[in-house]
């Protein structure tokens, strides 16, 4: 277990490392270091088949890697940085969607770009990455809606004015249509889910608004039949 002080330590150093850097990629024997790092990590990975085993690997590593963000994150002025964008992802993949937002958001705020082998941009990632482990998330026991949303309606925001195909927006629009169901707003999850359907009209939502209509209409009768029943 690293102690406070190499905690401490590694954070003031990815900090200084990130502003040193200014708007040049990242270098300097904190950021090495971590890349030395990953690169170990990423051979464990590579060699795993295993979807989810991978998951359960990103849960047991990322811890490592914690501070060096938290610097980057504190000092940083839009290096470029693979290594931080590879966390992010990794996070994404690990079920961490509150960490990765918060790479994300300066991330995009920085016109950092993702790691070579992916052709998307980096808002595309995050709306397309963040959206299927939302859905998966919610498929599952234990998961809280609300902060769960509350990521959702962050990567929304964040991405809202990027341009991306709008299969993968209407995606982004579904899981949020889905997660404002599960925290009861039926009528925003009506918006959102009808939303999705005009980006894209195979996204597989047309039955699910079928039912969020019923729903609305029963509760809209129900609030009105107490007034229906006084004179």
Known sequence: MTSPARR???RVSAAQAAEAAGDQPMQGDAYELMQAALFEDYRRLKSTQSMERKAEIKREILPKYADYVTGV????????????MRIMLW???????????AIARYALKHDLNPPDQFERSTAAIIAEEVADQALKQ???EGTDVLVLLKNLIDVEAMTRQADMHDQVRAKLYKALGYTLRAAGQLSEAQASLERALGLNERIGVKKDLERIERELKQQNAAAQAPGDNQG
Not at 91 to 101: P, W
């Open 91 to 101: 996070r994404i993949d690990a079920g961490d969607i509150a960490g990765a937002v």
């Open 73 to 84: 994150l504190e000092g940083g002025t839009g290096a470029q940085d693979d290594l931080l």
């Open 138 to 140: 919610l498929d599952e």
């Open 8 to 10: 401490h330590f590694q």
